[in-house]
Nanobody, 120 residues
Framework: QVQLVESGGGLVQAGGSLRLSCAAS????????MGWYRQTPGKQRELVAS???????NYALSVKGRFTISRDNAKNTVYLQMNNLKPEDTAVYYC??????????????WGQGTLVTVSS
C-alpha cells in the first residue's frame, strides 16, 4: 500500500508565503513524476506544478515566478514553495505521484488535500 501525506496548508495574507510538503510512503520502488494540483468548488482540478525524477519542472502560467517545486528523492518528498500569494490561489492543494511499487505495479496516487486560504 502506498500513500501520500501532505502538510503545510493554512491561512495567509495576500503577499505572504507558505510551503507545502508531501511525503510518499509504502511499498515504493521508484517515483517518476510528482506534482501539485489545486481545486476550488465548481471547478476542475488543475495542475499547479510538476517535477520529474530528473528534476525537470513545469508550472502553470498563473504561478510561474511565484511558486517553486522541488523534491528530495531520498525522502520521497515533494515541496511547493509559494511566495507572493494572491487571493485567487485559495484552493485545496493535492499532491500527486506516478510511481512503481516493489511489486512492479504502476500506480498514480493522490494525497488527501490541504487547504490554502489567502486573505485580501
Amino acid at each position: 500500500q502506498v500513500q501520500l501525506v501532505e502538510s503545510g496548508g493554512g491561512l495567509v495574507q495576500a503577499g505572504g508565503s507558505l510551503r507545502l510538503s508531501c511525503a510518499a510512503s509504502g511499498s515504493i520502488s521508484s517515483i517518476n513524476a510528482m506534482g501539485w494540483y489545486r481545486q476550488t468548488p465548481g471547478k476542475q482540478r488543475e495542475l499547479v506544478a510538476s517535477i520529474t525524477s530528473g528534476g525537470s519542472t513545469n508550472y502553470a502560467l498563473s504561478v510561474k515566478g511565484r511558486f517553486t517545486i522541488s523534491r528530495d528523492n531520498a525522502k520521497n518528498t515533494v515541496y511547493l514553495q509559494m511566495n507572493n500569494l494572491k487571493p485567487e490561489d485559495t484552493a485545496v492543494y493535492y499532491c500527486n505521484a506516478d510511481l512503481t511499487t516493489t511489486g512492479y505495479r504502476y500506480l498514480e496516487v493522490w494525497g488527501q488535500g490541504t487547504l490554502v486560504t489567502v486573505s485580501s
